[in-house]
């Protein structure tokens, strides 16, 4: 009975060694565990950060993008009316140009008469100067 006494007890002091290389096991691998849980926590909080440096970029970036669209409708709204300027511009000019030969013509004509007006006012003063 002793005999198995002691193979009972040799048997169990053999579990309580493999257990204690279990549990020596698990401590590693929870260590191992926790050392990865917390440089995936540092990770996250990185990502999170980057995350709303991204979302900062982005409200700025849609600002600028809403600015540039109004600028471009305003250039548009501008081209339009520079465009139905332009298309006036040959009636335009074709009138000035009519309303510059007309005015080429009265000035040729005033300094026509112009020079009359002259001849005569020298001969009055020629007139004059012999009385």
Do not use: W
């Not at 996250?44 to 109004?70: C, F, P």
């Not at 309303?99 to 008469?113: G, I, M, R």
């Amino acid at each position: 009975m002793l005999r198995g006494l002691e193979t009972c007890k040799h048997g169990l002091e053999e579990g309580i060694r493999r257990i204690r290389e279990d549990n020596e096991g698990l401590y590693v691998a929870n260590a191992s565990f926790l050392i990865s849980e917390g440089k995936l926590r540092v990770g996250l909080s990185s990502l999170n950060v980057m995350n709303g440096k991204l979302e900062i970029e982005y409200d700025v970036h849609a600002t600028q993008s809403m600015t540039l669209e109004r600028e471009i409708h305003r250039l548009r709204e501008e081209t339009k009316g520079l465009n139905k300027c332009y298309q006036e511009l040959p009636s335009q000019t074709e009138s000035v140009s009519l309303n510059s030969k007309d005015l080429v013509t009265a000035v040729k004509d005033l300094q026509t008469e112009n020079l009359k007006l002259k001849e005569i006012d020298k001969v009055i003063n020629t007139n004059r100067k012999l009385r």
